[in-house]
């Protein structure tokens, strides 16, 4: 084997082995995301569940006196200073 045969078939395993570790690299990452959208999503419904379970209480409770007060009318400020004076 001459040494430009050694170099080029060194250089193609070189080649190849990067190729397989970006290969891995990629898979790794996709896997990776696959994992933290799944750990979100069983977040999402843990917190669905318990708002669920909280507004349930709330609503099991006696009901609650409430006042409805309505907001008065913005006055603008120059009306206010006539007022005043």
């Known amino acids: 084997m001459d040494?430009?045969?050694?170099?080029?078939?060194?250089?193609?395993?070189?080649a190849a082995a990067a190729l397989a570790l970006g290969v891995l690299y990629v898979l790794a990452i996709k896997v990776r995301d696959e994992c933290e959208l799944h750990d979100l999503i069983v977040e999402a419904h843990?917190?669905?569940?318990?708002?669920?379970?909280r507004l349930a209480m709330l609503t099991d409770d006696e009901p609650m006196d409430v006042e409805i007060v309505e907001p008065e009318p913005a006055t603008p400020p120059a009306a206010s200073a006539k007022k005043a004076a």
């Open 3 to 14: 040494p430009l045969q050694l170099w080029l078939t060194l250089a193609m395993i070189g």
């Open 46 to 53: 843990t917190l669905r569940l318990r708002q669920v379970r």
